[in-house]
């Protein structure tokens, strides 16, 4: 097992995983179909309804977030260590169908989007009469 007891190895840890908070987490989400249309879910741990922003267009999904750096303590303790950070979001990705924004919905609960995408009907479908 190896232990971070040298301060070389503890400073070289820490730069690691502070150049790791700076960049865009990916979150976890899956996708199922049915005939109208697309149901997403995607796991957001630690961000609030307000910061969610997601934006459709045509067939592809922008998903962005950001979570806030925690606040330092205000009882009179010191701060030892922290792992809690500030971190964003976004994922994106296209669908085989475009979508419906009208008809479409986005719900949060509990660190969990809940994307109903509903699939667009072609403007000029219909059935032809054959002669």
Not at 7 to 24: I, M, N, S
Not at 98 to 120: H, M, P, W, Y
Request: net charge neutral; hydrophobic share 35%; aromatic share 6%.
């Amino acid at each position: 097992m190896f232990y971070l007891t040298h301060p070389r190895h503890v400073a070289r840890v820490l730069r690691q995983f502070d150049a790791e908070a700076d960049t865009a987490r990916t979150p976890a989400l899956d996708v199922s179909e049915d005939d109208k249309g697309y149901h997403v879910t995607v796991d957001m741990p630690g961000v609030t309804k307000e910061a969610v922003k997601v934006r459709v267009e045509g067939r592809r999904v922008h998903i962005e977030t950001a979570t806030e750096e925690a606040s330092a303590p205000t009882d009179g303790s010191r701060l030892l260590y922290r792992e809690r950070r500030a971190a964003s979001y976004a994922r994106s990705f296209a669908l085989p169908a475009e979508i419906d924004q009208g008809q479409s919905q986005a719900r949060f609960e509990n660190g969990v989007l809940t994307l109903s995408l509903v699939k667009r009907v072609a403007e000029n479908g219909g059935q032809l009469t054959v002669n």
